[in-house]
């Protein structure tokens, strides 16, 4: 897991015992882009060198740290977290997917993106998503506000 592999890494360096808490968690076969996460760790390293160790002891691993800094005692990766945004991909063609395979969903039928959009915004606002939820799920409520959603054709 990345979490794994994180905390794999930053032990390797500090000879800490570490562990890794992210904003959330992803499914499998699911890619974060942005992830916040935070480690505690007790020796001193410069945020950038800290950066640079973990990245070099993540390969060939398929992760990678864009940044770290230093943050308060109080701040945690997930109870800090303000909001999530999602990207979801359809490519809308019959060829093959190439580069994108796994990354986006093929639908080779025609859509109507302004249709798509119209209605994708009757789940704009706080909605019950019990329907939708995993009987694993970690969140207190099923409750949850979507602030925006947009259905573009690119």
Known sequence: SVQQAIEDAAATITGETVT????GRTDAGVHALGMRAHVEIAKPIEPFRLME???AR????PVAVLACETVPDDWHARFSCLGRAYEYRIANRRAPLTVEKGLAWQVPQPLNAKAMHEAAQLLVGRHDFTTFRSAHCQSASPVKTL???DVARD
């Open 58 to 61: 993540l390969r060939p691993a």
């Open 20 to 23: 890794c808490h992210a904003a």
């Open 147 to 149: 602030s925006r959603l």
């Open 53 to 55: 160790a973990l990245n």
